[in-house]
């Protein structure tokens, strides 16, 4: 006997974005079902558990928490009841090639400080230029892109968005990130640490707009953050709140949509059927075209799309320490710009990539075992190539070798568990295409611009949320892509 059940919205996803968008609508008074297909919510946001170890699958890095506390709040509740954090006191510790370090914070003075001693004066004089003017076009042209769906012309021409013109046709949006960061800075070392900004969106720094400047204001104006009980604690306080909500959740589901009319109609099985006024995607709009609507033509026309990165991921447990590593790690690689050649043009698996080192023990030690530390290692791949057995025994060996010219240890021998995450089991858990990050990358100077929207004109009432398209990948810009769909529907 099949079952028939109506909602006002159906969400397909329950990761971040799928549950904020739930907790959005609930609040305007829609009743809402969400679907998932894997066992439990939180997409990338999971974490591993292994011999007194633990780990956050994916994101390690928050900023702009009060785009959490907000969601707890539009319910009158206490956000710290649900969800807490600190501040770290660390932006990143980068570490060259010459065995030479640097340290950035929040904390201006102490950062030109470190830039001082490690290079000269006016470096330190240069960051602050940089980062003033990072925060600007942030805030600028945050008003264009990142608060709402992607303008239209006829918003272009409105005198709000008119005073913001002379940040969106500077200089500065017509040349690469790292055009812009070599004008701003001597150093090639200031010029790698700016650069490296361009992975937060999966992005060559080579190739993408120096637009993605303003990339780094969350992190060096406003800080950095750290949940005290992991990342993952983030879905839990969003996920417990939907259940007390009464929003409705089914897992371990697959679902096919069909526009009908006027509304969609949708199956989970041979027992669940319904239909529902609203269906918003919360995944990778590739794998919902494929699997959940069926709609090949714009599976194709996306696909052309060129994809972000993906990534190797290496979860070790060592049962000693590396007191030179912070909470954020980066160790760079030989030659940056060959490595994203390779990533981007040749489309294959660097040989010799920089290296992002997470430990989240250092702040909280019930994720590791006594005595030692979790390391979340993780490299850019391309979402392209493949990352079989031997590429990824080379680049443990890469990794280990490259620890060991740096801080003088050879972990191999004290690795005691270890997990790993590649493009097939990022793509399989996720659904992400091609295993790609961020969805498609943002090589381009209009990138921002033809990002996949919130809204597409080939259905009504159908709406789009998450890492993969617009505004972007990253917990702040997946917790504003769920405040713009709300905010589109209501």
Excluded at 71 to 83: M, Q, T, V
Excluded at 362 to 376: C, S, Y
Aim: with cysteine.
């Amino acid at each position: 006997m099949t079952t028939q059940k109506k909602y006002d919205a159906i969400i397909v996803g329950a990761g971040l974005a799928g549950i904020a968008c739930a907790l959005r609508l609930n609040k305007k008074g829609l009743r809402v079902l969400v679907l998932e297909k894997n066992d439990k919510p939180g997409g990338k946001l999971s974490e591993l558990h292994s011999q007194g170890f633990r780990w956050d699958q994916g994101p390690s890095l928050l900023t702009e928490p009060e785009n959490i506390n907000e969601l707890f709040e539009l319910y009158g509740k206490n956000p710290s009841d649900y969800f807490e954090f600190v501040k770290h006191s660390e932006s990143c510790r980068y570490f060259f090639n010459d065995n030479s370090r640097i340290t950035l914070s929040s904390n201006l003075q102490n950062t030109k400080e470190e830039i001082k001693e490690a290079i000269s004066a006016d470096e330190a004089e240069n960051y602050e230029s940089y980062i003033s003017n990072s925060k600007k076009n942030y805030e600028n042209l945050g008003a264009l892109f990142l608060n709402d769906s992607i303008p239209s012309l006829l918003k272009f021409l409105h005198p709000k968005f008119i005073k913001h013109y002379p940040f969106l046709l500077s200089r500065t949006m017509f040349r690469s990130l790292n055009s812009h960061n070599a004008s701003k800075f001597e150093s090639d070392k200031m010029q790698l640490i700016f650069n490296r900004f361009g992975t937060y969106n999966g992005s060559n720094p080579y190739q993408m707009s120096g637009l993605y400047s303003m990339i780094p204001n969350l992190e060096l104006n406003d800080g950095t953050y750290f949940p005290k009980n992991g990342m993952r604690s983030i879905i839990d306080g969003l996920y417990k709140l939907a259940l007390e909500e009464n929003i409705e959740f089914s897992f371990e589901v697959l679902v096919e949509v069909k526009r009908e009319l006027s509304e969609y109609t949708y199956r989970i099985d041979d027992n669940i059927s319904g239909s529902s006024k609203l269906v918003i995607c919360a995944i990778d709009p590739i794998s919902f075209y494929d699997y959940v609507l069926k709609d090949p033509p714009l599976s194709i026309k996306y696909k052309k799309e060129e994809r972000s990165t993906s990534g190797l991921v290496f979860y070790w447990g060592i049962d000693t320490k590396i007191p030179e590593l912070g909470l954020h790690n980066i160790l760079f690689s030989k030659d940056y710009q060959e490595e994203f050649n390779t990533i981007f043009k040749e489309q294959k698996n660097s040989l010799e990539p920089t290296v992002y080192i997470h430990i989240s023990s250092l702040l909280n030690p019930n994720d590791a075992a006594e005595n030692g530390q979790n390391l979340f290692v993780m490299i850019n791949t391309s979402s392209i190539d493949t990352t079989d057995d031997v590429y990824m025994e080379k680049m443990k060996q890469y990794i280990i070798d490259k620890i060991q010219e740096q801080f003088k240890i050879d972990i191999r021998n004290h690795i005691v568990t270890e997990n790993y995450w590649d493009k097939a089991s990022i793509e399989s858990l996720t659904g992400s295409y091609q295993g790609a990050l961020y969805g498609a990358a943002s090589n381009k100077f209009d990138s921002a611009l033809k990002r996949h929207p919130n809204k597409i004109k080939k259905y009504d009432n159908l709406y789009f949320c998450g890492g993969a398209v617009h505004p972007g990948g990253g917990i702040p810009l997946v917790l504003r892509s769920a405040k713009i769909v709300a905010n589109l529907i209501t």
